[in-house]
C-alpha cells in the first residue's frame, strides 16, 4: 500500500477505518498524537473585542482619518500585549471597562490594581471589577479567596456573596467559597459587613461568617496568610470545607460519607497524599486515592 | 447589484462573523498579533471601500485575501504566543505535581515546535486545533482543496510527533 500522506489528518476528524486505527493503536503513534492533542486543546491567543473594534472601523470610515485610529488601535494593542504577561487568562471589555482575573487551578495569581494596589489570588479564584471607576470607587468582587495588599487612600470594597469588608490601607486575607468566609487582617484595619450586622477586626484579629453569622476566632500568629506559602490552615472549620480545599488545591475529586465535625490543622500544598495523611490521621479516617483524580474517604 | 454588502447592518454581521478568524490567521502567519489587528481593520476598510462589488457569498474570501495580501507586504516573521487557558471546570488525568511539571514542560516545547513548523503546514494545524475548524472550512478560507489541507495537517503532527523523541 502506498504511504498514507493523510492519516493522521483523518484520525483527528475521527475518519479512520477500525483496520487503520488498530495500526495507530499498535505502533504507539496513537498516544503520541493523543498527547499533541491534548495539550494543543487548551492553546488560545487574546480573546477580540469585536463591539469595540467595529466601532473603531466606522468611525475611521466617517472621518476618514486612519492616522488618529492607528494611535489608539497602537494604545489597546499595547495593553493586549501586557495582559499576556500577567500570565492568567485576562478579559477586558473596553466598553464597560469591566476587568475580571482568575487564577487557574493548582496555581497563585498576583495582580496589580489601578492604584497599585495588590491581589495573591489562591487558585481557582476569581476577582472582578471596573477599571474605569477604579479612582472614584475601589471596588472588587471575590470569589474564593485572596489576599490584599491595599495601597493607602480613601475606602477599598471587597465583596462576597455572604457579605463585604472594607478597609483603608492594610492588609488582610479574604476567603469567600460555598458555605462561609473568613476574614483575617494583617496590618491596619478592616470592617466586615453581612446583612445588618458590622464588626471592627485590627490586625492580628480574624472573623468568621459561617451560615450567616459572625463569630470572632482566635487571634492569628502568622504575618501572610499560609497559604502564599504553601500551607493551607484551618481553625475550627467544617472538614467537609477542608476537602473542598484539598479538591481546589490538587485538582482532584473527594467523595466522603456526611461527616460535620470541626477540624483544626493544616495540610500542605506539595503532595496529596501526605496532605491528605495530614488531615485524616487526626481525625481517624481513611483515604484511598484512585485513578482518575477521585479519593475516597471512609471511617 | 442588490445583493451587495453595503448597508451598515450587512457589513456588521459579516464583520463579526468572519473578523476573529481573519485575525487569528494573520497572527499565526505573522506571529505578531498588534500586526494582524491592525491588518484585520485594513482588510475590512477596504472591503468597504468596495462593498459595491462584493456579494456577502464571496465576502470572506475576498477579505481574507486581501488580508493575506497585506500582510506579504508587510511580513517580518515574530514569534508566536500563546496562553494557555486552562479550562476551568477540567479535570487533569492525573494529580501528580511531577506530572502536572512534565505537561507544562511538553507544551512549552509543543508551542516552540509549531512555532518552527513552515509556515503552511503552521496555519493549517492553528486554524484547525485553536480556531476548531473543520478541514472543509480551512480549505475554503486558504483557497485550497480539502485533500491539501489534511496532507498539511498529517505533515504538521508527523513534524510535532518528533517532540516526543527530544524529551
Same mark, same amino acid.
Given at each position: 500500500m502506498a504511504?498514507?500522506?493523510?492519516?493522521y489528518?483523518?484520525?483527528?476528524e475521527?475518519?479512520?477505518?477500525?483496520?487503520?486505527?488498530?495500526?495507530?493503536?499498535?505502533?504507539g503513534e496513537k498516544?503520541?498524537?493523543?498527547?499533541?492533542?491534548n495539550?494543543?486543546?487548551?492553546m $488560545?491567543?487574546?480573546?477580540?473585542?469585536?463591539e469595540?473594534?467595529?466601532?473603531e472601523l466606522?468611525?475611521?470610515?466617517?472621518e476618514n482619518?486612519?492616522t $488618529?485610529?492607528?494611535?489608539?488601535r497602537r494604545?489597546m494593542?499595547?495593553?493586549?500585549?501586557?495582559a499576556i504577561?500577567?500570565g492568567c487568562?485576562?478579559?477586558?471589555?473596553?466598553q @464597560?471597562?469591566q476587568?475580571s482575573?482568575n487564577?487557574?487551578?493548582?496555581?497563585?495569581?498576583?495582580?496589580?490594581l489601578?492604584d497599585? $494596589?495588590e491581589?495573591?489570588m489562591?487558585?481557582?479564584? /476569581?476577582?472582578?471589577y471596573?477599571?474605569?471607576?477604579?479612582?472614584?470607587?475601589?471596588?472588587? #468582587?471575590?470569589?474564593g479567596?485572596?489576599f490584599?495588599?491595599?495601597q493607602?487612600?480613601?475606602s477599598?470594597?471587597?465583596?462576597?456573596?455572604?457579605g463585604?469588608v472594607?478597609?483603608?490601607g492594610?492588609?488582610?486575607n479574604v476567603r469567600?467559597?460555598d458555605?462561609?468566609m473568613?476574614?483575617?487582617c494583617?496590618?491596619?484595619?478592616v470592617?466586615?459587613?453581612?446583612n445588618d450586622?458590622?464588626?471592627? !477586626?485590627?490586625?492580628?484579629?480574624?472573623?468568621? %461568617?459561617?451560615n450567616?453569622?459572625?463569630e470572632?476566632?482566635?487571634?492569628? $500568629?502568622?504575618?501572610?496568610?499560609?497559604?502564599t506559602?504553601?500551607?493551607?490552615r484551618?481553625?475550627?472549620? /467544617?472538614?467537609s /470545607?477542608v476537602?473542598q480545599? !484539598?479538591?481546589?488545591?490538587y485538582?482532584?475529586?473527594?467523595?466522603?460519607?456526611?461527616d460535620?465535625?470541626p477540624f @483544626?490543622?493544616?495540610?500542605?500544598?506539595?503532595?496529596?497524599? #501526605?496532605?491528605?495523611?495530614?488531615?485524616?490521621d487526626p481525625?481517624g %479516617?481513611?483515604?484511598e486515592?484512585?485513578?482518575n483524580n477521585?479519593?475516597k474517604? @471512609?471511617? | 447589484?442588490?445583493?451587495n454588502i453595503?448597508?451598515?447592518?450587512?457589513?456588521?454581521?459579516?464583520?463579526?462573523e468572519h473578523?476573529? &478568524?481573519?485575525?487569528?490567521f494573520? &497572527?499565526?502567519?505573522?506571529g505578531d498579533?498588534?500586526l494582524?489587528?491592525d +491588518?484585520?481593520?485594513d482588510?475590512?476598510a477596504?472591503?468597504?471601500e468596495?462593498?459595491?462589488?462584493?456579494?456577502?457569498?464571496?465576502?470572506?474570501s &475576498?477579505?481574507?485575501t486581501i488580508?493575506?495580501?497585506?500582510?506579504?507586504?508587510?511580513?517580518?516573521r515574530?514569534?508566536?504566543?500563546?496562553?494557555?487557558v486552562q479550562?476551568?471546570k477540567?479535570?487533569?488525568?492525573?494529580?501528580d505535581?511531577?506530572f502536572?511539571?512534565?505537561?507544562s514542560?511538553f507544551k512549552?516545547?509543543?508551542?516552540e515546535?509549531?512555532?518552527q +513548523?513552515?509556515?503552511?503546514?503552521?496555519?493549517?494545524?492553528?486554524?484547525?486545533?485553536?480556531?476548531?475548524k473543520k478541514?472543509?472550512?480551512?480549505?475554503e478560507?486558504?483557497d485550497?482543496?480539502?485533500?491539501?489541507v489534511?496532507?498539511?495537517?498529517?505533515?504538521a +503532527?508527523l513534524?510535532l510527533?518528533?517532540?516526543?523523541?527530544n524529551?
Amino acid at each position: 500500500m502506498a504511504y498514507d500522506d493523510t492519516l493522521y489528518a483523518r484520525y483527528l476528524e475521527g475518519k479512520l477505518t477500525e483496520e487503520e486505527l488498530k495500526k495507530l493503536i499498535e505502533s504507539g503513534e496513537k498516544e503520541e498524537l493523543d498527547r499533541i492533542i491534548n495539550a494543543s486543546k487548551g492553546m $488560545s491567543i487574546p480573546g477580540l473585542n469585536k463591539e469595540a473594534k467595529f466601532e473603531e472601523l466606522l468611525t475611521s470610515r466617517n472621518e476618514n482619518s486612519p492616522t $488618529s485610529t492607528i494611535n489608539l488601535r497602537r494604545i489597546m494593542s499595547l495593553a493586549a500585549s501586557m495582559a499576556i504577561l500577567l500570565g492568567c487568562f485576562y478579559w477586558w471589555n473596553i466598553q @464597560s471597562g469591566q476587568v475580571s482575573h482568575n487564577a487557574e487551578y493548582g496555581k497563585l495569581a498576583s495582580i496589580h490594581l489601578p492604584d497599585d $494596589s495588590e491581589v495573591i489570588m489562591n487558585d481557582g479564584s /476569581s476577582i472582578h471589577y471596573d477599571q474605569k471607576n477604579w479612582a472614584n470607587s475601589r471596588t472588587l #468582587s471575590l470569589t474564593g479567596e485572596a489576599f490584599f495588599n491595599v495601597q493607602s487612600g480613601h475606602s477599598f470594597i471587597v465583596k462576597t456573596k455572604h457579605g463585604q469588608v472594607e478597609v483603608l490601607g492594610t492588609q488582610f486575607n479574604v476567603r469567600a467559597w460555598d458555605n462561609n468566609m473568613h476574614v483575617e487582617c494583617y496590618e491596619g484595619k478592616v470592617r466586615v459587613t453581612n446583612n445588618d450586622e458590622q464588626k471592627d !477586626i485590627t490586625a492580628q484579629q480574624s472573623i468568621n %461568617i459561617v451560615n450567616g453569622k459572625m463569630e470572632s476566632k482566635a487571634p492569628i $500568629s502568622h504575618a501572610n496568610p499560609l497559604w502564599t506559602t504553601g500551607i493551607s490552615r484551618f481553625y475550627k472549620e /467544617s472538614i467537609s /470545607s477542608v476537602f473542598q480545599e !484539598i479538591e481546589r488545591q490538587y485538582n482532584v475529586q473527594v467523595i466522603m460519607p456526611v461527616d460535620n465535625r470541626p477540624f @483544626s490543622g493544616y495540610f500542605d500544598h506539595n503532595n496529596l497524599s #501526605s496532605a491528605l495523611s495530614q488531615v485524616c490521621d487526626p481525625m481517624g %479516617i481513611k483515604f484511598e486515592i484512585e485513578t482518575n483524580n477521585l479519593v475516597k474517604i @471512609s471511617k | 447589484m442588490t445583493d451587495n454588502i453595503c448597508s451598515e447592518k450587512t457589513f456588521r454581521q459579516i464583520y463579526f462573523e468572519h473578523c476573529e &478568524y481573519l485575525r487569528n490567521f494573520l &497572527y499565526y502567519k505573522s506571529g505578531d498579533l498588534q500586526l494582524a489587528e491592525d +491588518l484585520m481593520q485594513d482588510a475590512f476598510a477596504k472591503m468597504w471601500e468596495n462593498c459595491k462589488t462584493v456579494t456577502i457569498a464571496k465576502s470572506k474570501s &475576498y477579505v481574507f485575501t486581501i488580508g493575506h495580501n497585506l500582510l506579504i507586504n508587510k511580513i517580518k516573521r515574530n514569534k508566536l504566543h500563546f496562553n494557555f487557558v486552562q479550562k476551568k471546570k477540567q479535570r487533569q488525568d492525573n494529580n501528580d505535581p511531577q506530572f502536572l511539571l512534565e505537561e507544562s514542560e511538553f507544551k512549552k516545547r509543543l508551542i516552540e515546535a509549531i512555532d518552527q +513548523l513552515p509556515e503552511n503546514l503552521r496555519v493549517v494545524f492553528l486554524m484547525s486545533r485553536v480556531d476548531n475548524k473543520k478541514y472543509r472550512e480551512i480549505a475554503e478560507e486558504l483557497d485550497l482543496s480539502v485533500k491539501a489541507v489534511e496532507k498539511r495537517m498529517h505533515k504538521a +503532527l508527523l513534524q510535532l510527533r518528533q517532540i516526543h523523541k527530544n524529551i
